[in-house]
């Protein structure tokens, strides 16, 4: 072969191989992007090139969950790929292999990974709860500059869980994430100039930094500048005002935003009068464990407010905000309590039951897993629920236990999974009773 055709084969080639690795480069960066793209947090996706990032509201973890194994199979030790991917996991309660792979990242140095890391320690989702470990990670994270564990850190100093309360630590962390553009970090510093923690009270200040995190959709920035314009306090009073930032919040499923919300519904300020919508709104948030909507709800019920007086159900709410130390709550469920007297009627039996119902469903998944998770669990109060609720129990397991440690190696994820439900039953159990004793009536 004369050398010019040679040497023109040869090119041929590797423009030919060229060309066969372009897509197959592509379709790698292609799944790192798309998995950075669904699932990366804004405050991690500042410095990648064309990613917005997605707020955990907003995150489809089900949808994120193939880009970013894609990612990982190509990029095996990219630890924005790992932490991204642990994300994701986090958002569909795979606990376990979330924490495998956020660990991985954090221990890479990635501050992204320490942060989650330090949330999970908080949380205690698929590690144990241990807030003090979790400030640690959240400072590393923080101290590199990660806005999201600058405010996560300034609000563990703020409510002393996990390390010494300091309100002027707390202060310099959320001051730090602001001067990023952190709309948390931004309403966390407005949140402290209007209660005047670490700083005297300056409304201005607090109205102007709600303002600009509202505006790039934080939601408790959103409430509580609704807040500002409902009640007149540091800002003009303006009830439409309260009902546009009141309604951006309740979007966002914010318990502060729903209550706000069903306040202008209840008493018709700034829109049509809706008290069925004012009800589904502070029950929403109620349920949440939201105390002011659980005042409202159970004043609604105690005088017949727009609807029958229903004493059981003005007792329940009560209950619950006494629950969190509200001494008017307590001293009304002294009071009711005394003429409720009998069976406890709903809502406490629909609670009742439902925890029931949950019990019934572990079980009948699979009776050996759940036995053995009883036994580890051995809560007196979990084994009176479970005589009421007549579950399946393995009765060879509950009296020789060692058949327990074949079955949770073989199962080790579904038995830790199973004990920390039951465990969380057990704690329902134990509410319903304490709040029925309250209450002077029998579940």
Known sequence: MPMANRVALQGLVAALAVAAA???AHAQEDARTSCLALALPPEAAVDV??????YWPDLDGAAALPACRAALAEHPDDPLVLATLGRALLRVGDYAESVEHIRRAADMGNPFGQSLLGYVHFTGWGVPQDPELGVRYYRMAADQGYSYAQVALGW?????????????????WFRRAAAQGDRSGLARLGQMYDRGWGVPVDLTEAVRLYTLAAHLGDPLAQANLGLTFYTGRGNRQNDAQALHWFRLAADQDWPPGQTGLARLYQIGAGVEQDLPRAIALYRQAAERGFLTAQLYLAEIYDRGNGVPED???AL???GLAADQGDEWAAERVAELAGATGGTCGDPLAARLESVLADIRDTFELSPPISTCSMLMVADPALRQLLGGADVPIVAELVEDSTGCTEVCREHDTACRDATSLLTAMAEDWQELTELAEARNCEL
């Open 311 to 313: 004493d059981e159900e």
């Open 316 to 318: 329940y709410w009560y």
């Open 49 to 54: 090139p064309g990613i917005d990032g997605t």
């Open 22 to 24: 372009a897509p197959q």
């Open 156 to 172: 563990a100093l703020h409510g002393g869980r996990g390390i010494a309360q300091d309100d002027q630590e707390a202060l310099r």
